[in-house]
């Protein structure tokens, strides 16, 4: 089983920025598919974005030109750059990994990652 971690949650105004990271275990890191999800209070969990062992990356629509997820294979790391953050941003945002491969439409799916973090928080103020 892949151990998840999230860090770097917190409370930021409407416009600024924040940086979501993640680290997972496993020497085979690499070949991993990293996803984050998100879910405010009385929702669904929700695709934000994923990242594919060769790098390509997916965005939700709500995110994409504002978000980036990036990965560090060295440091078993996945990053979630956040910029111009709106108010429906909050939410609890959770790293997902997944070692087996998915089609497009897989990796935005919560059913297909058997590996999750604790999820950290993300406030967004007026």
């Known amino acids: 089983q892949v151990q998840v971690s999230e860090s770097g949650g917190g409370l930021v105004q409407a416009g600024g920025s924040l940086r979501l990271s993640c680290t997972a275990s496993g020497r085979l890191f690499s070949t991993y598919i990293m996803a984050w999800f998100r879910q405010a209070p009385g929702k669904e969990r929700e695709f934000v974005a994923a990242i594919r062992p060769g790098t390509h990356t997916a965005y939700s629509d709500s995110v994409k030109g504002r978000f980036t997820i990036s990965r560090d294979n060295a440091r078993n790391t996945v990053n979630l750059q956040m910029n111009f953050l709106k108010l429906e941003d909050a939410a609890v945002y959770y790293c997902?990994?997944?070692?087996?491969?998915?089609?497009?439409?897989?990796?935005?799916?919560?059913?297909?990652?058997?590996?999750w973090g604790q999820g950290t928080q993300v406030t967004v103020s007026q």
């Open positions: 997902a990994a997944s070692q087996y491969a998915l089609t497009s439409v897989q990796q935005t799916e919560v059913r297909n990652f058997p590996s």
